[in-house]
């Protein structure tokens, strides 16, 4: 017998459904597990070569002397990453989604063993780079404070209208590699109007993770989400 495409497809609905339901009570428990250490919980998220590493490494060499801070990064495979990040003397821990599928995103429970790895009562600020992807990290919520979005120069200036849920749910947009700008044919305004387009009002920094310009005020922005929850917790 031919099988009925819509119950095939209503079937798939329901496990997305459930699946996303599932990782939403993890997520949860995550964020009140971190708030009750106090640890600010940052997600940055892009597509694959953006930037995220390096503005990490970058925004761990300035902020750490004052800011205890860990890092957990996604990747596919490999421990490239946390190498590169562990250089800045944070406890990195590294997740290889290969193991599990290959998966494009971290969920809350792969955050919630990862992080039994980390000494919670020793950091103020636990940073999470995920997967390099536009699409799927957006849809699992993993427990964190705020989101981040790093979209580089190099990538197009259309690249919120196309990934809209992205740009929507960050608080904070890292428009990266300005440095390169004098060699691209880029419409940077454009770019600018189409994240405010997605998401009117929402921080939009010019960095260049490479030389530096620009990190101070994207950092600025961190260390006052930090100060604002820290405060929260000695209250
Ligand atoms: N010119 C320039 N290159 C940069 C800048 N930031 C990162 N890069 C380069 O871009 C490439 C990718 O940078 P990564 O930091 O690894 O990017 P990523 O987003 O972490 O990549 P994945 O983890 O693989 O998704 C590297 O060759 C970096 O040196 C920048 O501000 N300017
Ligand atoms: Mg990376």
Same mark, same amino acid.
């Not at 944070?90 to 997740?95: D, R």
């Given at each position: 017998m031919?099988?009925?495409? $819509?119950?095939?497809?209503?079937r798939e609905v329901k496990v997305v459904t459930r699946v996303l339901a599932v990782n939403e009570r993890m997520a949860e428990q995550n964020r009140r597990r971190f708030a009750e250490k106090g640890v600010f919980v940052i997600n940055v998220m892009s597509s694959p070569g953006s930037g995220k590493?390096? !503005?990490?490494?970058? #925004? *761990?060499?300035?902020?750490?002397?004052? /800011?205890?801070?860990?890092? /957990?990064? $996604?990747?596919?495979? !490999? #421990? &490239?990453?946390?190498?590169?990040?562990?250089? !800045?003397g944070?406890?990195?821990?590294?997740?290889n989604t290969d193991a599990f599928g $290959?998966?494009? &995103? %971290?969920?809350? &429970?792969? @955050?919630?063993?990862?992080?039994?790895? @980390?000494?919670?009562?020793? @950091?103020? %600020? *636990?940073?999470i780079e995920n997967v390099g992807? *536009?699409?799927?990290?957006?849809?699992?919520? /993993?427990g964190e404070d705020a989101r981040v979005v790093v979209l580089s120069v190099t990538e197009g200036e259309d690249k919120p209208v196309k990934y809209p849920t992205m740009f929507r749910l960050c608080d904070a947009a890292l428009l990266n590699k300005i440095d390169l700008l004098p060699h691209l044919d880029y419409d940077k305004a454009q770019a600018v109007g189409y994240i405010q387009q997605v998401h009117p009002g929402m921080p939009i920094f010019e960095i260049s =993770?490479?030389?530096?310009? $620009?990190?101070? =005020?994207?950092?600025?922005? *961190?260390?006052?989400? @930090?100060r604002v929850k820290l405060a929260a917790r000695s209250k």
């Open positions: 031919k099988p009925v495409e $819509g119950n095939k497809s209503t590493t390096t !503005t990490l490494q970058k #925004t *761990l060499e300035r902020i750490m002397p004052g /800011i205890r801070a860990a890092v /957990i990064v $996604g990747d596919v495979s !490999t #421990t &490239h990453d946390a190498d590169r990040l562990a250089v !800045t944070a406890p990195v821990v590294q997740v $290959g998966d494009c &995103h %971290l969920a809350a &429970h792969v @955050i919630e063993k990862a992080a039994d790895a @980390i000494d919670l009562d020793a @950091i103020d %600020l *636990l940073i992807n *536009l699409v799927c990290p957006a849809e699992f919520d /993993i =993770a490479r030389s530096g310009e $620009g990190l101070e =005020a994207w950092i600025n922005w *961190l260390r006052e989400k @930090i």
